[in-house]
């Protein structure tokens, strides 16, 4: 190859070329040959170096003499190590091939991992019209007894004994929202219910951060309302005051690990989709195994002990329209035969923790047992622990909670702010109502349990989902709050719901410092 053929073959790729390793690649007896070796080695770095020197050329294209029948990957690890050698006769340099040898530290711990919740095993739902009413009264119990916490609310009324008090007297109440309307004056009407009554809350529209707050108010979800009682001939009504969720309490200290370790969170991964990255995904399980990444990135792959994925492992069969059309993979077992292939490569020291999505198969309604040992039984002989949707698990101490994430796609319809480019903040709104799908009816089916598996009852140390396929992270109250993206490209179902993904993106949590870093493989 000449000159400008190999500027041309290296700018295809994004790599920049020094004048000497430009002469270096020319004189070689196969030029063409060695430009595709040199390439091949970059393609698997984690982290390519923007400009290609004549240093770095001459020790690819040594080492490679030395380990062609070697894997690229640990050639290229090797590069960095080389040393120089003296030899009998005349003193020269030669290069002493150092083969690094990946020693993980989380491979000498020991996994603690503890299922706290999960439907899998305790679903005695029968779906009649009593299972329902049990639902929802434990979901008002649990989430009242937290507001009833806080310190604005410690004086709160049922509905019922509102009748004994006087018009203009100060009043709040604890209620499920079973109503809310906006009338043609544009005020907001909340019609809240409690075990013992209903009652109306009116937000008026001059009031404007109240009204800011009573338009992020969803049906089914339990509020607290401060308000003025106003008595006319017809039932008592509620002059807002305040609008008041369960929230986080603050301040709060998070729990940390002991040892030195670190759980990855993926999520979304759609294998059997034609738009899986099963490209990038090679590259985060050779990361895993040390076998690309600078020094620093292969440090922090070797405290990896625990890979969690939040839902939809597989594309599934008929879950949007047009799917067919798309599929790589047309058969459900077929589709989890090829994600155990892939799993099957993580390093046996490292655990996997698997919950189901919306794409899997699995009831759709949440909450979601875990994938069912029948339709991938060899998901089981992994070194894997499967568990329900949502999931709370305690994992070296710190306190997990899992969630796939369908009841995003009601709260951003319902919820001003909110749209898919930004998860987190979904998230933090399911944090301060306590509840990961307050809103019954919409697209994400609820299942009438006999207690609301979706209240978030105790305090998560990180918060993990995936659904949106877009990563997102930032800390809220001191919970470490993570969307995990996805590994698969965008879909025509994705485009008309004007997704947008970031695919390859692997959060890392360190659980002793509960720092987080993200790694891209995309």
């Given amino acids: 190859m000449d000159e400008v053929s190999i500027i041309r073959r290296l700018m295809d790729t994004d790599i920049h070329i020094t004048p000497g390793a ?59 190590r080389q040393e120089t050698a003296v030899v009998e006769g005349p003193t020269r340099t030669v290069p002493e091939l150092v083969h690094l040898k990946f020693k993980p530290q989380a491979a000498d711990v020991e996994p603690r991992i503890e299922l706290l919740k999960d439907i899998t095993g305790h679903s005695y739902s029968e779906g009649e019209l009593k299972d329902f009413v049990k639902l929802f009264k434990d979901r008002y119990d649990r989430l009242s007894n937290m507001l009833r916490k806080r310190v604005d609310l410690h004086e709160a009324v049922p509905i019922s004994s509102l009748t004994a008090y006087d ?8 209620g499920i929202v079973a109503d809310k309307r ?38 089914d979800e339990v509020i607290g309302i401060e308000a003025m009682l106003r008595k006319g001939d017809a039932a008592p009504r509620l002059i807002a005051i305040d609008i008041i969720w369960p929230d986080v309490p603050t301040p709060r200290e998070p ?26 995904f090679m590259k985060f399980l050779k990361w895993l195994r040390g076998e690309v990444g600078n020094p620093e ?27 067919e059309e798309e599929l790589l993979i047309h058969d459900i077992f077929r589709q989890y035969e090829a994600a155990t292939e892939l799993l099957a490569q993580i390093p046996d020291h490292i655990t996997l923790i698997i919950a189901p999505g919306n794409h899997d198969a699995v009831r759709p309604s949440e909450p979601q047992p875990a994938l069912p040992r029948d339709v991938t039984s060899a998901l089981y002989d992994l070194n894997s622990l499967m568990v329900g949707n949502p999931a709370w698990l305690l994992i070296h101490g710190v306190r997990f909670l899992v969630y796939h994430g369908r009841s995003f796609d ?11 480019e930004k998860p987190t ?34 305090v998560p140390d990180v918060f993990h989902c995936g659904h949106m396929h877009v990563y997102g992270y930032e800390k809220y109250r001191d919970i470490t709050v993570v969307n995990s993206g996805t590994f698969q490209e965008m879909t025509s179902y994705m485009k008309r719901l004007g997704v947008k993904p970031t695919p390859g993106i692997v959060p890392i949590i360190d659980l002793q410092t509960g720092q987080t870093r993200a790694i891209y493989f995309a």
């Avoid at 018009?167 to 604890?174: K, L, M, N, T």
């Avoid at 219910?193 to 009031?207: H, M, Q, V, Y």
């Avoid at 009601?410 to 898919?420: I, Q, S, T, Y």
């Fill in 22 to 80: 430009l002469d270096t690649l020319r004189k070689q007896t196969d030029s063409q040959s060695a430009v595709e070796r040199v390439l091949t080695y970059l393609r698997e770095m984690v982290d390519k170096p923007p400009v290609l020197t004549e240093g770095l050329v001459t020790k690819i294209l040594e080492v490679d003499i030395e380990t062609r029948h070697q894997p690229p990957s640990s050639s290229y690890l090797a590069i960095e």
């Fill in 167 to 174: 018009d203009g007297d100060a009043v709040r109440v604890i």
């Fill in 182 to 219: 906006e009338t043609r004056s544009g005020h907001i009407v909340l019609e809240l219910e409690d075990l013992s009554g209903r009652a109306t809350a009116w937000i008026f529209k001059g009031r404007r951060e109240l009204m800011r707050k009573a338009a992020e108010v969803v049906t």
């Fill in 255 to 280: 729990s940390c690990a002991a040892d030195p370790v670190c759980a990855a969170l993926l999520s979304d991964l759609h294998v059997g989709s034609e738009m899986f990255l099963e490209d990038a």
């Fill in 297 to 323: 990135q292969r440090e922090l792959a070797g405290r990896v002990k625990y890979v969690v994925i939040a839902g939809d492992l597989v594309d599934g069969v008929g879950v949007y329209p047009q799917q």
């Fill in 410 to 420: 009601d709260l951003v319809a319902m919820v001003p702010g909110l749209n898919r």
């Fill in 425 to 458: 903040s979904s998230m933090i709104k399911m944090l301060q109502k306590r509840h990961l799908a307050p809103i019954y009816g919409g697209r994400t089916a609820i299942a009438p349990e006999d207690k609301d598996y979706l209240v978030i009852e105790d």
